[in-house]
């Protein structure tokens, strides 16, 4: 061997034995590597500098939500004041119907109002049938009747419904009642046959205010409300 294949040996048994020292052996008997992450996840880290992860375990269920319950003087705030007949009244109603709202009910009721009188106005019976009691019905269908004989149609538009708000409410036996008045603008006319005007003005708009009376069987699954009465102030 020359001289350069020795030196190249001495230097490979030189590196040898320095990683030797540094490496240490494998026996086969050495403990896998220290997982410190696991340890803390398994007994908790006792590091102060170690942040906890959110989502923790729950010792206990949670409690649940506490639910607002509204005073008896508050149940119909913006509705009745406490004590009233109005307010004994709707105490009487959601005590045989659990599912009784009278801001959903005072919602429909606009509705309805507005359908009632457009369809009254139509002439529309089919529509009038639906929403009204027989009694009700009589009423309106006698008034349909003489305009038709006459030769008559009644054309109305609303400008604005501005109130609607219970003025009464009942419970006897089966049956809710709930009176409501409505203020309202609207503009109408009667014309005969040869468009001559024979009532009202097709250029005033005209405050009304009605009061109308509305009932449902309450142990019915018919969720509707008929109007069983009417009246006005003007």
């Known amino acids: 061997m020359d001289i350069y294949t020795i030196i190249f040996l001495a230097l490979a048994v030189f590196i040898f034995l320095r990683l030797r020292n540094v490496l240490g052996q494998r026996t086969g008997s050495e403990r896998p590597p220290y997982d410190r992450a696991a340890r803390d996840i398994v007994h908790g880290a006792q590091d102060n500098n170690v942040v906890p992860m959110p989502g923790a375990v729950i010792d206990q269920a949670p409690l649940a939500p506490t639910a607002d319950v509204v005073p008896p003087t508050d149940r119909w705030k913006g509705i009745a004041e406490p004590g009233t007949p109005l307010a004994l009244g709707l105490d009487a109603i959601a005590a045989q119907d659990s599912s009784f709202d009278p801001r959903h009910f005072l919602s429909g009721a606009r509705s309805a109002y507005e359908m009632i009188v457009l369809a009254f106005a139509n002439g529309d019976r089919r529509a009038l049938k639906d929403l009204l009691s027989s009694e009700v019905y009589e009423s309106f269908d006698a ?14 538009r609303f400008v604005s419904i501005d109130k609607a ?3 009464s409410a009942e419970a006897r036996d089966r049956a809710a009642q ?35 009376t509305f009932a449902r069987d309450i142990t019915s699954r018919d969720p509707n409300w008929k109007l069983v009465g009417t009246g006005s102030t003007n």
């Open 165 to 167: 708000e219970l003025v």
């Open 178 to 212: 709930l009176t409501v008045r409505f203020v309202s603008q609207m503009v109408s006319v009667t014309r005969d046959k040869a468009g001559a005007i024979v009532d009202g003005n097709p250029e005033k708009v005209t405050d009304i205010t009605d009061v109308w």
């Open 143 to 156: 008034v349909i009747k003489d305009r038709e004989k006459h030769e008559q149609k009644t054309e109305t």
